[in-house]
């Protein structure tokens, strides 16, 4: 199949997600065009299936606000006809699926059929979606969608409490490929940042205020002053700021490294003991799915998707929003015993299998010859 694919390229889940899933349908055959505002960030491939459209912005001086939905449904046209593309697949509703609404309506006036599915992945809907000053548009997109998908079983619920929705929405889960993380005996680089044999924390995110990174801040405090650790930070957003006056006022910058937007996570997560999540709302939390693959248990709290992603006592604890003691003893309960954690270790890789793009794939691979076939 011609698949168009719109996401957006920064550092952020849902073009993870995006981009991971083109990169997996090219490499099974199909074609896949990539069509975004700048080349997403993993995309740092090549094949003779893969194809990235930018979507150029004309300025002019009585714009105070670029219409860049304009733009990308304008580009989204232009592609579908050009590369004869069979569907278009667009990941987080903002402004993506109002765009591939308005593709659709333009391609049927030129003949041509382009059905669109849209890929439902969090801040889309709980928390910029139901924005008065985007709702409207929003629920219309979603139920005028060929197909609508969420990433988890919460983020489906709170997309029916939120929005009037007339339509089925498919649960299809984030996926990673298990191959391409770490064994459970490799100490990667461990040593340059923990030269003393340090335990390892880990936090990675977009570092908006929904993660509540300072609660991360406040869990390392917590737990380096029992087991001698070192705390790493990936990500760079709004936030940065915040979390290191907070490390600096707790007296534990040193330990603190900040790593800013690094791609090189699984090389990371390689030499981590522990990967803490204490984001207020989460729809599933890719990153602490990330975190599981390389066989690191995950400190999470238990906010919307995370529990169907974070099994607690198996491959972590969950913990209410906010309580720092608890996720701090939760932290210390398995780096003080050796053997629990390499049990927890174990368990957190079976967890990250049940989400192998093997089975996850296929199930968006049937949606599309769904609606193509419609
Ligand atoms: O975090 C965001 O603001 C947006 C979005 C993104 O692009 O990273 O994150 C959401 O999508 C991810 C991929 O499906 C999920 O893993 C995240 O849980 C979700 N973020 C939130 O719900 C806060």
Known sequence: MKIGIVCYPTFGGSGVVATELGMALASKGHQVHFISYSQPF????????????????????????????????????????????????????????????????????????????????????????????????????????????????????????????????????????????????????????????????????????????????????????????????????????????????????DDVIFLGKTKAIEKLLCMSDLFLLTSESESFGLSALEALASHVPVISTNTGGIPEVNKHGYSGFLSEVGDIEDMAKNALYLLKDNLLHKKFKEQAAQQAALFNIDAILPMYEAIYERIVRN
Do not use: W
């Open 42 to 253: 993993r995309l740092d491939t090549f094949s003779g299936n893969l194809f990235y459209h930018e979507v150029p912005i004309a300025n002019y001086p009585l714009f105070e606000f670029l219409p860049y939905e304009i733009s990308l449904t304008s580009k989204l046209v232009d592609v579908a006809i050009h590369q004869d593309l069979d569907l278009l697949h667009v990941h987080y509703a903002i402004p993506h699926a109002s765009a591939a609404f308005l593709a659709r309506q333009i391609l049927k006036t030129k003949g041509k059929k382009v059905p669109f599915v849209t890929t439902l992945h969090g801040t889309d809907i709980t928390l910029m979606g139901r924005d008065p000053s985007y709702q409207p548009v929003i629920e219309f997109a979603i139920n005028e969608s060929d197909a609508v998908t969420a990433v988890s079983e919460s983020l489906k619920l709170d997309t029916l409490k939120y929005f009037n929705i007339n339509r089925e929405v498919e649960v299809v889960p984030n996926f990673i490929d298990v191959t391409n993380y770490a064994k459970a005996d490799d100490l990667c680089f461990k040593n340059l940042y923990a030269p003393n044999n340090e335990k390892i924390l880990i936090h990675i995110s977009n570092f908006r205020p929904v993660k509540r990174i300072e609660d991360v801040v406040k869990v390392f405090d917590k737990v380096r002053q029992e087991v001698p650790s070192k705390l790493l930070l990936v990500g760079d957003g709004p936030e940065r700021g915040n979390v290191e006056n907070l490390a600096r006022n707790l007296g534990v910058i």
